[in-house]
Structure formats: C-alpha cells, structure tokens
C-alpha cells in the first residue's frame, strides 16, 4: 500500500532515530543495584531474545479465499441502472485489477457490496441477474473476515508495527498516537464485520501508513522484553541478599541499608519508575488493541497463536512484564522493611543523600 519511494524516505529516516537510551536506563539501573549489594554480575539483557517474538511466516497467515466473479457483459446488458457497479467490475477485471494488494482488496470489497446494495432495488425480482448478485453479495460477506485478516497479514505495515526492534522506546518520547489509534481502529473494523461494511482503500491507507511510519510498535516490544528481563534479575539480587545476608540484622537502618534506600528513591523511583510508567501506560493500549483483534472470527491459527504470545492474558510477553514489575516492587518493599526505611516508617526521611556505592 506504500509506494516505494516513501518506503525508502521512511527507512533513512528510522536510521537517524534516537540513542537506546532506554535500555542504557535499564542496564544503569541493575548495574548500581548490583554493586550496593556486592552482588555478582547479572547477564546483560540480549536483544535478541526478543526474536522469539519474530511474526511467522507469511503463507501461514494468509488465507486462500475464491475468486467471486461475474461476466461484465451481463452488467451492461441488464445493469444500465448501475454505473458505479459496472465501474467497479470493470476495475477489479483490469489488469491493474487483478494486482490489488490485500489491504487494497478489503477497501475494494466493501466499496462493491456497497455498490451492489444499491443496485439491487432497480433490478426486476424475477430477473436471473438480480439472484446472481444477491448470491454475489451473500458471497461476499461471508469471505470479508478472510478478507481483512489477509489485508492484515499480507501487508509490510502490520508486520513493521509487530517487529520486534533493536532500540527499546527511547526514555520520555512523544507518544504515537497516530499508530495506536490506527490500530484500534483496525481492529473495530474487523470486529463488526461482516455486518458493518469495512471502509474504502483511501480511508484504509492512512491506518496502514501510520503503522509503517511509527517505530514505537516495535520498540515497545523490545521495552516490554528488556523491562523484564531486568526487573526479574533486579528482584533476584533483592531477594538473595535478604534470603542470604540480610542488611539490617535487627531491623534497623544499616549504612549498607541506607545506600540501598538511596538507591531506591534516585535510581528506581526517580528513574527506572517513570519509564516503567510510561511503557506500562502506552502497552495497556497496545495489548487491548491485540486482545480485540485476536477475538475477530476467522483468525489464522498461527496469527492468533502469535498475538497471545505478546498480549494474550495468561502466559504472554505483556503479562510476564506486568508480573516482574510487581516482584520488583515487592522485593523492593520487602527490603526496606526489614530496614525500617520504607515509606512511611521512620527511617524513610532520614536517607542519607548523595550515598552511592
């Protein structure tokens, strides 16, 4: 659906995008977690990992649908009343036509049934063309939810927007919001199918442009797999160190205790916490948009299979995020505890500033 040209503009233009500076908040984070508790290295996170998340292959998500036909000799012998029709048949026959590309034909199909609709009162009822399009347009209608999900699976946009990307979303970046609403936008569309009709290619191709110009898409999968990633190695350095050498033995403020309390309100709450809000907040959006789409009749297996491994609600990326995020702040909580420097306790407004390991 995007021409060539602007591919290319949209590719250099990715290329000058901004340094990884989420995932260096990240590996910051852990690594002075690491050192206020004389802990051993941790792995540092593999952004390949995240190529478990690779979409499948094309010819496992794209549908073979029939070609529903009807002789263009028959429109304009019996359907003079029906111009738009005729044009729209006499399109689909060319030979530009008969190369639509998939989010191209969903547009097309809506565009005839609704041409068809409005052809059907000026034909006779006893006529042998007006049963043939009404079988046409039952036709129709029932192949629109293979359709859209060819449209969806067949198009480079969908694919870029669920590609897993080598940056996380950059630290405090403007949300794109043209990219989630076009995909929420997409999937209202193929939820009320086939009793709403999809609308037309020129109303289609901005959604589908909004997902190939955004870079977010991808990122925020990799933010996602990151984000994990460190919050669970940070909450198992937490967690020996308690289980093991605990830093307040009698529950009282240690200098080590404090370190770790400075650590805390500088470096988690002042730095990892705002970016875990902001990837949380874009990612509730995101894993909505994916729950709706994965509930639409007719989904391929495999593109079913693919989108609740990212956002499904049990056993998924977005899941498995939300649980570590929670771990974190448990341990975190745990610890200073057993310190008497949580908040609201009293050693909570005497943390030394500045103390860093």
Known sequence: MIRP???????????????????ALQSDYLERLQRSLDAADTPAFDSRSASQYRLPPRRERISEIPELRIS??????????????????????????KQLMPSQRLGYEGELLRALDACLPHLQDDSSLKATLQRLASDKRQQLQAVFWNALNGSQEFEHYLRFADQALPV???????????????????????????????????????????????????????????????????????????????????????????????????????????????GQ????????????????PATREHLQRLAGEQESLWQEFRAATARHVKAWQTLLNSCGLAPGQAGWNNAENGAEP
Not at 14 to 23: E, F, M, S, V
Not at 82 to 96: A, T, V
Request: proline fraction near 6%; glycine fraction near 8%.
């Open 5 to 23: 040209a602007l591919l290319l503009c949209l590719t250099l233009l990715a290329g000058c995008g901004p340094a990884n500076d989420g995932l």
């Open 172 to 282: 405090d970046t403007q949300e794109d919001s043209a990219a989630l609403n076009a995909l929420q936008r997409l999937a209202s569309i193929g939820a009320s199918l086939p009793e709403q009709l999809p609308p037309s290619a020129s109303e289609l191709e901005p959604l589908f442009f909004a997902l190939y110009a955004s870079e977010q898409g991808g990122q925020l999968i990799t933010s996602l797999a990151s984000l994990r990633h460190t919050l669970n190695a940070g909450s198992e350095l937490l967690e020996q160190r308690l289980q093991n050498r605990p830093l307040c033995p009698l529950g009282q403020a240690t200098p080590r205790g404090r370190i770790l309390q400075n650590i805390f309100v500088k470096f988690y709450a002042g730095g990892l916490q705002p970016y875990l809000a902001q990837v949380d907040q874009r």
């Open 72 to 97: 263009l000799l028959d429109l304009v012998i019996d359907a003079r009343r029906c111009p738009h029709l005729q044009q729209l048949i006499s399109q689909r026959n060319s030979s530009l036509g």
């Open 285 to 300: 959006q995101w894993q909505a948009a994916l729950l709706q789409l994965q509930r639409i009749d007719g989904i391929p």
